[in-house]
């Protein structure tokens, strides 16, 4: 009979050990969905971006032919040998602090070698967990002491606890224009996303459009782009494509001059994923053709590449880079049928320090 009673009380006190534990983990768990709905917040549109006046020119001129570079940096994270956990892989946070550093140096000096007058920079974090908290920005802009610059906003999370093995944290993320001419003015421009619970993984997309003097009395138009990977749909993605190109069509009826460059996260030329990949028909659900039945008559997308053999862009990060992994041009330049392309490479860095190749533009004004 004492058996009996010590079984059942032993029991008893089992479930209720049991229930407390339940009861706790849907308490913690609750209060983390709580605070990452509270925390969630938006940047409202058509933000101004106060630019440095670093520049040692003003106008652009007819004459000139000009160049420009686009570089996503991969928030100083993509050795060949890293693989991040949203495409498949298993990282999620760069290998240190000092990789991380390297990896922005080694995009600066990538730019550097092509002389550019403009640059495009996407992924440039700050105050991140998965970046150890380096202000790439910061190091940047000193890198680049001479250049006007403009800076906008496009991610920044709550804390993720996701992966659990290594959390990927708070991220602060965005976009950087550097300018060897004065920016005199500049914008941040909300992109439609997700209203799902999506949206917590693709944060504040946006592009900015910075704007520079010409000899004529109208401007260039810097606009650089960082389109939705995550969380996206074909809506969105719409969506999104139709507000640029409105923005850009604009300004072209004003008689302004648009150089638009950045990560598309489309198959920029339609059919790289096939010819870059033996014919293969991969489908990462982001890589959709680039959607040129969109495109204004005033508005080309330069693919004619000076070199003979095809280059891309980006590599998929489910698994570490090596020769005949997947990979596609995502990366590009649009442009206003009044800039003239005079010529337009993909650089192959068999992505050392990103998983991003830089894009090169040499262009004059018509």
Known sequence: MKKEKHRKS??????????????????????????????YSRIEDNQPIVASENGLMEEIEFEKTYTAVIQNLGFGAYTQDFTFFMDGGTESWAVSEE?????????????????????LFQEVDFDSTRSYHINQRDLLEKRFSSYSSAFAVNYHSAFLFYPFTQPHGSSNSGILTLSKYNITSGVRRSLPISESVSKFLDLDRCYSISRIPVENGKELVLFNVHLSAYGGSDEIRTAQMNMLFEDMKKEYE?????????????????????KLNGGAEVDFGWAQPFPTNLLPDCIERCDDYSSETLVPTCRNCDIPYKKGNFTIIV????????????RVENISTEFVYSDHNPVVLNFKLK
């Open 254 to 274: 004003k008689g302004n001059y648009c150089v638009c460059g950045g990560d598309f996260n489309h198959d920029f030329t339609g059919d790289s994923t096939q």
């Open 99 to 119: 990789s991380v550093k390297n990896c922005i140096n080694n995009a600066a000096y990538e730019a550097e070698k092509h002389n550019p007058d403009f640059i």
């Open 10 to 39: 032993l029991l008893k006190t089992l479930l209720k050990s049991f229930l407390c534990l339940f009861l706790a983990v849907i308490v913690i768990l609750g209060g983390y969905i709580a605070y990452l709905f509270l925390s």
């Open 331 to 342: 990366d590009g330049f649009l442009v206003t049928k009044n800039v003239n392309v005079k």
